[in-house]
Every structure is written in structure tokens, then in C-alpha cells.
């Protein structure tokens, strides 16, 4: 809308009970001579005998952002100085200036939702105020011919992951920016192959795409800001033909304030959080980045978990500090820690009773990360489940304790690994021939808590091999 | 909900408006396809074509739809990507 008219404006529908309530007091305004100008959003000619404007179209309301009907607000020099919503006898005085109004109505009444909040009037109204470039959104629209199907058009134009997306219609996108405190045009990260600049708009855009809600696009922003740091190197991540993808583990009150799984079936379908943060990030890649598989992405074989690999660390029955306060921050801090991951492989340990069998177990099936025969070569994230957490809690044995009997059980003899021996022509150079080798430095090895309560099972999820390709990034989740 | 209008994902590096597929710039050695979709009359138009094409020495093959009132099946839509190197289409009666 242009111009506000000065004084006050007052926003109704005579759908709302409440503004049918207090249509004497408006008439009892406009008898005190205050400048009032009346908007209606439905019947134009309600409140009948107040020369109301004519409001159907909603533009006047939209841009005064109203989400309650009735509002009175003051405006001055052409801005909002006051406002009030629904009906408070108080608050109305206020704001009119005007004494004794409604006498003989209830003190205060709520109103009624504003029409320019139903979903498909909002739709209507974000698309519209797009086009005119009166959002703060800078992205550019595509205008869809009639015939076309926005799913499959963005499929046509190469958006998708290979599943349907959510289209990013300004009313989603817009819906989606509310999910975080940050300006849409804020830059997050340059994103490889590209290296284009990502702003929060964009990350919302896909975010929408993928399918998230509004409350988890801080956990996506805060992942795209990690996974494009030097030291995480999705650049790297996407150009190798080795398996990984972008891994993202959620700690901190956020997981549970937007319903993360972190038990059964913890890695595996059926969270929408897990699903579609995981998915935004790469779609992030895939659409603002440039990184396509075929192109940039190189990967020999990928990994399911390229769709999306995202869960939280089941904190409340871990025998450990989460994962990120192991990595320096505060606890209570929600963060996230990017990790460049293989697909994950399974422990079975179902006959243990005491910590020193299950590490020797952990440790055999370690062994196999990437090859039996390489050594130092990549991290893992071992991810223990609550049964097998129990034992070690009960042993009192801290993941500093656990790290240090893996690496102490997988000091390799040189004659084991090197290239032929075991009849195998892959391993180690002929140098490694003497001495024993670790197969795993402590820092190698990132220890979280996860999983249902039933199963004598734990996870191994390799990372990249080539160590110093990647390295494990953990990010604060700020609002 | 309208979806009229979609917001671009891309770091907008590509034009919005999606160009055609490169044209090839002569039919020497090309495969040319000539795709009848069930219209009246579109075969004697086509066959007139195919003539005309081959006495200049070039090779055709011929495509058709089954009905011009439905998108072409995936087998004719398979044939033709794998069958040609460019297509002609008679759409109208």
C-alpha cells in the first residue's frame, strides 16, 4: 500500500463477532471527530452507515501485517505508532486518545484471525507481494506456464535429488524465513563447486524443497555454514569417488524442541526433522553450490545416505557428555557436527558381559575400516547403542577410556599390512614392514550414544580414507 | 495454494527461460526422424517429406503415435531418442 492514512485506522470483518460487538464504538469515534479510517475485509458495506474502504483484496491489510481482527492502530507521519488487537476497552482508549468509549460492552473480548491469515489468502497475497517486489525476498521468481506441474518442473530444471520436491512458492518460503531471526539477504557461506553465495534465502528456499518446517531451518543454516568451512571441505566431499557424503549430528535442546529421532531406527526413515534437514543441506549443495553427481560429484558408488544422513545423539541416556560439549562447547548448546560419512555398518556383540570383550569386538569390526590392512587412514563415528552403553556405564569407562583400548587393540604388527602380505597386494608401503602401526589415533574416533533400547548392536560409520580431506566441524545453532 | 510462481533455488547462474537443445548445424550423416501423431492426412505430408529427404541422400526413419489426443508412450518416446539424431513432427491437420 502506498500511503497510510494519518490518524487512526481500524481493521475489521463483520464475520468477527467481535467486531460486530464494537461497531458503537467506532461510530462513538467518529462522533469524538477523530481522523478514523475504517478497512473491511469482507462486507463492504459493514459497519453500515461508517463509509468503511473496501479491504476484499487485502492489500491494505497485508501491509499493515495484521493478524487480528479488530485492530486499531495510530499512525503518524505515515508510520505505525500505536496498535491494539481485539477488543480492550483500555488498550482502545489508548491508542484513539478518546475517553469513555463502549460503555455498557464487556472490558475486553478477543477478536477473530485475520483473513489475510487463511493459508490460501496468504498464498495468494505472498505471491502477489513478490511479484511487486514488496518482500524482502530477492530470489528470482519463475512464473509457471498453466499447464505446467511445479513438481515436475522442478525436476525439468535439475532442482531435485531424484525425489519430488515441496515447489518454493513465495508463501512457503516466506513461511519458512519465520523459522529464524536472521535477515533473508544475510550471506551463510559461499558454496562449492561454485561458490556461489548462499544467503538465508536460499537456504530457506531449499529448506522448503526438502521438506522442512520453519523451526528447522537454524539446524540447516548452521549446516551449510559448517559443511562449507575449509577445514569440513565439502568441495572435497563432493569430488571424491569415494562413498561419503555430508553427515549431520544434532545436539543440544534443539533436537528434541523440534522432534529429532535419536532411537529406533535412528539412522534409518520416518522423522521428518532427520529426513529433511539432511536433505536440505544437500540440496543446498546440489542447487546453490552447482555440485551434481556426474559433474562435480564423482563418487564411484555414493551411499543412500547422499538423499540425507542427519540424527541426534540420544542424550538423556548416554553414559557420556554429548558429542559438541566433547568438542568444546557449552552444555545445553544446540550445535551441530558435520561429518564426511561412508554409509554405516553394523556391530553385532550380543554375547559380551563385560566392557573388555565388547571393546575387543568394536575393535575387530574396526579393523575392517576401509581395509583390514590400511591404517591410519580415516575417522569413524562409532555410534553405541543403549544396551550396549549400559555396560560400559557400568564399567565407568569415559569415551577418553573406550578410545584408548581401541587404539591400544589395533596396534597392527608392520608384517600384517604391508603391501602382498596375506597374499593381498593391498596395504601399506614396504617401510611399514617393522614396528607396529595404529590403526586409529584417539581424535580418529568420534564416540555418540544412539539407537532403541533393544539390540546388542552398535554402528560403525567410516569416514572419508585420506585423512586431512575432511575433518569432523561443529557448529553452534543459533536462532 | 498457488504454485504460479515458484522462487529460484540456483545460485541463478542460468538464464530462467530454458534454451532449446543446439541445433545441429548441417544434416550431413544426421538420422532424421519423422514423427506422424495420428493426425489426418499428417503420413501423406510426412511420406511427401521422407521423399524428398532421401533423394537428397539422407537417411529417415519413421515414428508414430498412436493417438494425437495423448503424449506419446514411453516406447515411441524411447524409440526416437535412440532411433535419431534430429526430429520433425507434423502436428496439424
Not at chain 1, 518482500?135 to 499447464?147: D, H, M, S, V
Not at chain 1, 614396504?430 to 614396528?435: I, M, S
Amino acid at each position: 500500500m502506498p500511503e497510510l492514512p494519518e490518524g487512526l485506522i481500524a481493521v475489521v470483518k463483520q464475520d468477527c463477532p467481535t467486531c460486530r460487538l464494537i461497531v458503537p464504538v467506532l461510530g462513538e469515534l467518529r462522533a469524538a471527530g477523530a481522523p478514523l479510517t475504517i478497512f473491511t475485509q469482507d462486507d463492504p458495506a459493514f459497519p453500515p452507515g461508517l463509509s468503511p474502504v473496501d479491504d476484499s483484496a487485502l492489500g491494505a491489510s497485508w501491509s499493515l501485517a495484521i493478524e487480528t481482527v479488530p485492530t486499531l492502530l495510530r499512525v503518524e507521519q505515515h508510520r505505525v505508532t500505536s496498535r491494539t488487537e481485539g477488543w480492550q476497552r483500555e488498550a482502545w482508549e489508548r491508542v484513539s486518545g478518546v475517553g469513555g468509549l463502549g460503555a455498557g460492552l464487556p472490558a475486553h473480548r478477543p477478536g477473530c484471525g485475520s483473513r489475510t491469515l487463511e493459508p490460501a489468502v496468504r498464498d495468494v497475497l505472498a505471491t502477489r507481494a513478490v511479484e511487486a517486489g514488496e518482500t524482502p525476498l530477492r530470489a528470482r521468481p519463475i512464473a509457471l506456464g498453466e499447464l505446467e506441474d511445479p513438481i515436475e518442473t522442478a525436476f525439468a530444471r535439475g532442482w531435485s535429488d531424484g525425489l519430488p520436491v515441496v515447489p518454493p512458492t513465495p508463501a512457503r518460503v516466506l513461511r519458512m524465513l519465520e523459522g529464524t531471526t536472521r535477515a533473508p539477504a544475510e550471506v551463510v557461506a559461499v558454496v562449492p563447486p561454485d561458490y556461489a553465495a548462499c544467503t538465508v534465502e536460499k537456504v530457506a528456499i531449499n529448506a522448503v524443497m526438502a521438506g522442512c518446517l520453519p523451526e528447522y531451518l537454524p539446524v540447516v543454516i548452521a549446516a551449510v555454514e559448517a559443511a562449507c568451512t575449509d577445514a569440513f571441505n565439502i568441495h572435497g566431499v563432493l569430488a571424491t569417488t569415494y562413498f561419503v557424503g555430508p553427515m549431520v549430528i544434532v545436539n543440544g535442546p534443539v533436537a528434541r524442541a523440534i522432534g529429532m529421532n535419536s532411537g529406533v531406527n535412528v539412522l534409518g526413515q520416518g522423522t521428518r526433522a532427520n529426513a529433511t534437514i539432511g536433505r536440505a543441506l544437500q540440496l543446498v549443495i546440489r542447487n546453490v553450490g552447482g555440485g551434481r553427481p556426474g559433474e562435480v560429484d564423482r563418487a564411484t558408488f555414493g551411499h543412500p545416505g547422499k538423499y540425507t544422513f542427519c540424527f541426534a545423539e540420544d542424550e538423556a541416556g548416554s553414559p557420556w557428555e554429548p558429542l559438541s560439549v566433547e568438542r568444546g562447547l557449552a552444555p545445553g548448546t544446540s550445535a551441530v557436527t558435520l561429518f564426511a560419512a561412508e554409509g554405516p555398518r553394523a556391530i553385532v556383540d550380543q554375547r559380551s558381559r563385560t566392557v573388555e570383550s565388547l571393546a575387543a569386538s568394536y575393535a575387530a569390526c574396526l579393523r575392517t575400516v576401509p581395509h583390514p590392512k590400511l591404517v591410519g587412514g580415516c575417522d569413524v563415528v562409532l555410534a553405541v547403542s543403549p544396551e550396549h552403553g549400559r555396560l560400559l556405564r557400568e564399567a565407568e569407562w569415559s569415551k577418553a577410556h573406550l578410545r584408548e583400548e581401541l587404539v591400544r587393540r589395533l596396534m597392527l604388527p608392520g608384517a600384517e599390512v604391508v603391501q602382498g602380505a596375506g597374499g593381498i597386494a593391498e596395504g601399506m608401503p614396504e617401510t611399514f614392514r617393522a614396528g607396529t602401526w595404529p590403526k586409529f589415533a584417539p581424535e580418529n574416533l568420534l564416540v555418540v550414544h544412539a539407537g532403541g533400547s533393544a539390540g546388542l548392536f552398535s554402528a560403525i560409520i567410516p569416514g572419508w580414507i585420506g585423512r586431512g580431506g575432511s575433518q569432523p566441524v561443529t557448529r553452534e545453532v543459533k536462532p | 495454494m498457488t504454485e504460479r510462481v515458484l522462487l529460484d533455488p540456483t545460485g541463478e547462474r542460468a538464464p530462467v527461460r530454458r534454451g532449446r537443445a543446439a541445433r545441429p548445424s548441417s544434416l550431413d550423416g544426421k538420422v532424421i526422424g519423422l514423427l506422424d501423431i495420428s493426425k489426418p492426412r499428417g503420413d501423406i505430408f510426412l511420406g511427401r517429406l521422407a521423399e524428398v529427404l532421401e533423394t537428397r541422400g539422407h537417411r529417415v526413419v519413421r515414428f508414430r503415435k498412436p493417438t494425437y489426443t495423448k503424449p506419446a508412450p514411453p516406447e515411441v518416446r524411447r524409440a526416437v531418442r535412440e532411433g535419431c539424431d534430429v526430429i520433425v513432427e507434423g502436428l496439424a491437420d
